[in-house]
């Protein structure tokens, strides 16, 4: 019993692997309580750790052998040096991160040997200073921000890596957790959601893109439609029309939505002031068919306000300086600095980035989602006359006198914006000056004081911007927009890159809706990861020691109110407020501290009455009540409407009529509208138009979508809070991981039983990992008992231990699915090779007895041929013969005759011999013989 008591306790210290500290180089884990209870001086902090390490008897014994010196250095805080005496190394206790380790490099935080935070930690540690940005946590991606260009990661070759592989077989990356979502949409027919977390500047919008570039490359390749050098869109019935494809569309449109939507910030150059919700449509052969996109709440204050070193949105800037001469007399545009809503920060620049080049870039981009030279000349007015619109100035002798125009530059200014916008200078200063109010007697205008006239103008220059803003976005939509998109898309991708968690020193309207944000995102991610996974393994009944983690239902139900008193939560109380004549904030912050006092999450501190705090699930933030109502009221007042509706200008005329907030993606609309029909009589006119409630509702329309969406996250890390590339800072990064949940999911991925099938799946799966592969490919997939044995028997020819058989699912342990696709992927691989070589083998033999008639052919065709030469061969020895012999006949004649002849000559020769004789003999005869000659 007390043994077991005692390995509890060694448990509760070293996580999983206690027998692994016994041993040099093992790693000690300092729980954070027991050096919380301490001073922060070193001293009281070595105590902290001693006392931590000599609580176990095993341990101390441990140290005693090994750790040689104990030293206490100063290293990002206080930093304990054990020098172990035969290893000579150095382990570390960190103050922040309170562990005593060696450094890990583990592409997968499951396959780490110590599961705590300060394991976690010195792991992404390790990885980050060799340049491995990317770490797993089961299929959860960790992205630490390098915060230096990283060139090599982002190649055609990476990615060509990661194509058509499964999730870890391939180093950490983005583009794996791209092609896994690609791979289970098309396999597994569900929709699938990128989640991308992090705070500001952590590299979400960076990562986001990769993830786009990434399935954009994988659509092109499956799809492999490219025609004369120019990619076009693959309709479903296999059409092409010309033109950019769509994938290539989306990605140009980050260019035109960052420079009107991000701006310079304190903790990022390039931050998104706006959530982004971009849904890919794939075909059922992985081409793109559509996309849309759907934005949420765009930081519309800073068009008005920024403070240094803060910069306005891009645009400004870049319009401001990147104009061409023509341009700048058009829009009658000066430097920067001499605008008044941008002269309110001193920062005009954008660190390494060019104004004039992001400004070429922009108006490219409008050329590739398809507006118009009109168009693109209407969207340039409305920024140029925003920027004049900040230049009207006001006077007033007193609170209650008449207000004015300031001065002369003042009333050019006026005449500027009323110029571009197309509209009657007097019917502008008429809008800005005075509020119409409806009397039961008709309606009266009332002249504005000083400080309503700023307002005013303020208030129309951030509603003529944010409607412009949307408006483009709808632009980029209708250019993007799903062919088919009536139809049911099992087949689609979203990615999702949402402003983080938000903690300032003062926190008002904004950080209440990015925190609402994030709390319903954790609350999915917790659902998802944690919730869910215990659940099933309760529901399955496995075996499993449930892991404790907080909900923040409660914080939920504060900032929208419980289902069983909708109107006690903070948002509400805003929109009450904001209904209710004459109330002011400091109303709104009484109102909000006697109803939510009782909520645990609520604080209200006694000596600042605006100010409030919610425990959050990152932390706590302090909010002010200050402005809370001004900017949760959001409708176009109705002289700003008629305005924007009087321009001769048909695109700014367009922005008076556009309803607020709708430019959703065609899903979202829908469910909108589905929502508004059914509890239209249920909701007041001013609730629809209040920022918050419209904010909850495109939350809860995300929130629907995501939860039929298979989820995969990427969490990113900033690890430190100077974005240096280089630096790792342990307490500022710890933050984040407990921010972003990533701790307890890595807990619960390597202790519980990450992967789980269906009996049925997993036969179908990896039936011919079994000895019978044929008895098992037949067996009825319907017969549960009969899946179940065959999961058996797979598993025991595999030799895998410890996984656990659900009631309905296998479930099993890190690790062992990548065995089994492992052995699954070899056995195929060798049965394509035998597929190959059997194909190859007929072809060969086909191959053969063909070439062999063939030959059989040749040979028949060369002897025929040698025949015929040796015939004529033959023929013609045989006409030579002839020859010879007529030669011969008539050499021989020729001979025959000269031996004829002679011989003749001879004999009558010889005769006239014997007649000469016969002469001599007788004169007469010798004288006739004489004259006969
Ligand atoms: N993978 C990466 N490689 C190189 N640099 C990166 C990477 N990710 C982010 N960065 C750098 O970090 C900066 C901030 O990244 P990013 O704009 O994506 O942050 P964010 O989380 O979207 O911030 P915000 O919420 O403010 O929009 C980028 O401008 C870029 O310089």
Partial sequence: MQQQQQQQEQ??????????????????????????????????????????????????????????????????GVILTVEIAESKQLVRIDTEGCYLQNEEDVADLVDSDFLHEPGV????????????????????????????????????????????K????????????????????????????????????????????????????????????????????????????????????????????????????????????????????????????????????????????????????????????????????????????QFRYL???????????????????????????????LEQDSVLRIVAAILHLGDVTFSAEDQDSQTHLANEQAEQAARNCADLLEVDVELLKKGLLSRSIDTPHGRIHKPLNKFGAEESRDAFSKTLYSQLFEWLVGAINRKIQMLGSGERRPHTIGILDIYGFESFESNSFEQLCINLANERLQQQFNHHVLQGEQQQYINEGIKWSYVEFIDNQDCLDLLEGSKSNPRQGIFPLIDEACRLPNVTNSDLAISMRTQLKNMTRFESPKRDQSAFTIDHYAGQVHYTTDQLIEKN?????????????????????????????????????????????????????????????????????????LSECQPLYIRCIKPNPQSQPGEFVFPFVLGQLHALGVLVAVRIACAGFPTRKTYSTFVKRYYMLARQQTKLKNINQNDFNECKTCTVKILQHME???????????????????ILEAARGRLLNISATRIQACCKRHQAVKRYQLVKHYIVVIQCCYRGFKGRQLAQQIRKERAALTIQSCYKGYVARQKYRRIISAVRIQRAFRRYQTNFCLAIISGQQTCDFFFQL
């Fill in 166 to 337: 499964t999730l870890g077989e391939q180093p950490p990356h983005v583009y794996a957790i791209a092609e896994h979502a690609f791979q289970s949409m098309l396999i597994e027919n569900q929709r699938q959601a990128i989640l991308i977390s992090g705070e500001s500047g952590a590299g979400k919008t960076e990562s986001a893109k990769m993830v786009m570039q990434y399935l954009a490359h994988r659509a092109k390749q499956d799809n492999g439609f490219i025609k004369n050098g120019e990619c076009g869109r693959m309709h479903n019935n296999g059409s092409f029309q010309g033109a950019r494809p769509i994938e290539e569309q989306v990605l140009e449109s980050n260019p035109l939505l960052e420079a009107f939507g991000n701006a310079k910030t304190m903790r990022n150059n390039n931050s998104s002031r706006f959530g982004k919700f971009v849904e890919m449509s794939f075909g059922d052969y992985g081409f793109v068919r559509g996309a849309s996109i759907a934005v949420f709440l765009l930081e519309r204050s800073r068009v008005v306000s920024i403070n240094p070193p803060e910069r306005s949105y891009h645009i400004f800037y870049q319009l401001t300086k990147g104009a061409t001469q023509h341009q700048q007399q058009k829009y009658r545009l000066k430097p920067p600095e």
């Fill in 800 to 818: 895998i231990e410890g996984f656990q058989m659900g009631k309905t699912k296998l479930f099993l342990r890190a690790g062992q699915l990548a």
């Fill in 343 to 373: 002269a309110q920060s001193n920062s005009f620049s954008l660190g390494d980035r060019d104004d004039v080049e992001e400004f070429r870039k922009t108006m490219e981009a409008m050329r590739i989602v398809g507006l118009t030279e």
């Fill in 633 to 705: 009221r959001d409708y176009i007042v109705e002289e700003h409407k008629s305005i924007i509706t009087s321009s001769a200008n048909e695109l700014i005329r367009k922005l008076g009529f556009q309803q607020i907030g709708g430019n959703q993606n065609a899903e979202l609309n829908k469910r909108a509208l589905q929502r508004s029909n059914s509890s239209r009589s249920a909701q007041s006119a001013f609730k629809l138009t209040s920022v918050g409630y419209r904010f909850r509702r495109q939350l809860q329309d995300l929130s629907d979508t």
């Fill in 11 to 76: 448990q509760q210290i070293f996580g999983r692997q206690t027998a692994d500290v016994f041993h040099v180089g093992a790693k000690i884990w300092v729980p954070r309580r027991s050096v919380r209870r301490q001073s922060s001086r070193s001293d009281g902090v070595l105590a902290a750790a001693s006392n931590a390490i000599f609580r176990n008897t095993a341990l101390r014994d441990w140290v005693a052998g090994v750790v040689k010196r104990v030293d206490v250095g100063e290293v990002e």
């Fill in 121 to 164: 930690l010195s792991t992404l540690k390790v990885r980050y200073q060799k340049a491995e940005i990317y770490t797993f946590s089961g299929t959860i991606l960790i992205a630490v921000n390098p915060h230096k260009p990283c060139p090599h990661l982002y190649t055609q070759q990476q990615m060509n890596l990661y194509h058509s």
